[in-house]
């Protein structure tokens, strides 16, 4: 049985996501942060060597990583849904924006918890990302793949909102994110993962 170990307020609001969108059975788990420290549990963080969420158990299977947890379910339970294929015109978008969100934006959003010099630069490399985003939507593209919606979007979703809000990152600025947003969170799946991942 596929179980997903929430930690609340997580990136592992996407994997709770992805399985409402493929309509996968699975256990929750939900793991609370530190009331304090806003860190993890210790019984979440001896789940697997990483000690960060999301994880993912399947049978014998101990998972971690988002982009390999969505990459193994897929893989195993996608059916070709939720992805686009080389042969899709607008495949590079999906790969550029699917790798995007965890590779470049939220590791800049990570260094704004830092203190320094670095923060103006990290919020200037932010908005740069902010604005790029703003101006594909802005350019007939209702989700990061044009017309179809994909894991892309999905793995979007967590900085734009409960990440960036952390950090304090305003998209008020950019109206085409702002309607993105609405879109995202518009979607019956999302309604369903956020209503068992985050009641709050």
């Given at each position: 049985?596929?179980?997903?170990?929430h930690?609340?307020?997580?990136?592992?609001?996407?994997?709770?996501?992805?399985c409402?969108?493929?309509?996968?059975?699975?256990e929750?788990?939900?793991?609370?942060?530190?009331?304090?420290?806003?860190?993890?549990?210790?019984?979440?963080?001896?789940?697997?060597?990483?000690?960060?969420?999301?994880?993912?158990?399947?049978?014998?299977?101990?998972?971690?990583?988002?982009?390999?947890?969505?990459e193994?379910?897929?893989?195993?339970e996608?059916?070709?849904?939720?992805?686009?294929?080389?042969?899709?015109?607008?495949?590079?978008?999906?790969?550029?924006?699917?790798?995007?969100?965890?590779?470049?934006?939220?590791?800049?959003?990570?260094?704004?918890?830092?203190?320094?010099?670095?923060?103006?630069?990290?919020?200037?490399?932010?908005?740069?990302?902010?604005?790029?985003?703003?101006?594909?939507?802005?350019?007939?593209n209702?989700?990061?793949?044009?017309?179809?919606?994909?894991?892309?979007?999905?793995?979007?979703?967590?900085?734009?909102t409960?990440?960036?809000?952390?950090?304090?990152?305003?998209?008020?600025?950019?109206?085409?994110?702002?309607?993105?947003i609405?879109?995202?969170?518009?979607?019956?799946?999302?309604?369903?993962?956020?209503?068992?991942?985050?009641?709050?």
């Open positions: 049985m596929l179980t997903i170990h930690l609340r307020v997580s990136q592992s609001d996407r994997i709770v996501w992805l409402e969108e493929l309509e996968l059975a699975y929750l788990v939900l793991h609370q942060r530190d009331p304090i420290t806003r860190t993890a549990p210790e019984a979440y963080r001896q789940l697997h060597p990483s000690g960060t969420a999301p994880v993912i158990t399947d049978g014998a299977l101990v998972l971690a990583e988002t982009g390999a947890i969505v193994y379910l897929l893989t195993r996608g059916l070709g849904r939720l992805v686009v294929g080389p042969g899709d015109p607008h495949y590079t978008d999906y790969l550029y924006w699917y790798h995007m969100a965890n590779g470049s934006l939220m590791p800049a959003m990570m260094m704004l918890l830092a203190e320094g010099p670095i923060i103006p630069f990290m919020q200037a490399r932010i908005d740069r990302y902010l604005r790029a985003l703003d101006d594909h939507l802005a350019h007939g209702t989700w990061l793949a044009g017309e179809t919606f994909t894991v892309a979007d999905i793995m979007m979703a967590f900085p734009l409960s990440m960036g809000a952390f950090v304090k990152v305003d998209v008020s600025a950019y109206p085409h994110i702002g309607a993105y609405k879109r995202l969170q518009a979607r019956p799946a999302y309604q369903r993962a956020m209503a068992k991942a985050e009641p709050a």
